[in-house]
T-cell receptor
Framework: GAVVSQHPSWVICKSGTSVKIECRSL??????MFWYRQFPKQSLMLMAT?????????EQGVEKDKFLINHASLTLSTLTVTSAHPEDSSFYIC??????????????FGPGTRLTVL | QKEVEQDPGPLSVPEGAIVSLNCTYS??????FMWYRQYSRKGPELLMY????GNKEDGRFTAQVDKSSKYISLFIRDSQPSDSATYLC?????????????FGSGTRLSIRP
């Protein structure tokens, strides 16, 4: 099946620093990657959609200058949380879509990255 | 009002019981209905999807959609401890990257041995 990895799986950082999270599709080429945020006991909230080689489309209310997304290749997308603050602490999950024959255009999710900002 | 409402639980049932998980929604444009399973500290995994109304069965799992009532259900028969996880319903108006998937908040399910 399709495998999506994320690195790191967890990170603790000081307020004001920037953190980069990588999302990789390991065995297929992802034309589209999605970044979600999930607070405890809450649903996944879509932050942005990115297509390889083009600018990401951000959801309303998501600051594009704070959450920088780069989708440099068909297997790698990165999310950089700039000048992180404690309210940015959350579980960040990516998903990848495309390149796999499927009756539905399934999104394959990574294992998530838990970010804690002190 | 949220587009998708799901009881967060937790729901605890004995092994072997039939489990019923439900979601309601408000957007009549939704055509694709999905159920994801998420284990602790892991990403969601697609369990089942259905298009429009009706039932779909896959092993011990049955998904039901009632578009007239804007209500979807997931039934798990002969529940096992390994079924313990958070189950998220999800919906989309199209199944393409152009259409956002809207997730419910998830129901935490625990199967007691």
């Amino acid at each position: 099946g399709a495998v999506v990895s994320q690195h790191p799986s967890w990170v603790i950082c000081k307020s004001g620093t920037s953190v980069k999270i990588e999302c990789r599709s390991l065995d297929f080429q992802a034309t589209t990657m999605f970044w979600y945020r999930q607070f405890p006991k809450q649903s996944l909230m879509l932050m942005a959609t990115s297509n390889e080689g083009s600018k990401a489309t951000y959801e309303q209310g998501v600051e594009k200058d704070k959450f920088l997304i780069n989708h440099a290749s068909l297997t790698l997308s990165t999310l950089t949380v700039t000048s992180a603050h404690p309210e940015d602490s959350s579980f960040y999950i990516c998903s990848a879509q495309g390149g796999i024959p499927s009756p539905v255009n399934e999104q394959f999710f990574g294992p998530g990255t838990r970010l804690t900002v002190l | 009002q949220k587009e998708v409402e799901q009881d967060p639980g937790p729901l605890s049932v004995p092994e072997g019981a039939i489990v019923s998980l439900n979601c309601t929604y408000s957007n009549s444009a939704f055509q694709y209905f999905m159920w994801y399973r998420q284990y602790s500290r892991k990403g969601p995994e697609l369990l089942m999807y259905t298009y429009s109304s009706g039932n779909k069965e896959d092993g011990r799992f049955t998904a039901q959609v009632d578009k007239s009532s804007k209500y979807i259900s997931l039934f798990i028969r002969d529940s096992q401890p390994s079924d313990s996880a958070t189950y998220l319903c999800a919906m989309a108006s199209q199944y393409s990257s152009a259409s956002k998937i809207i997730f419910g908040s998830g129901t935490r399910l625990s199967i007691r041995p």
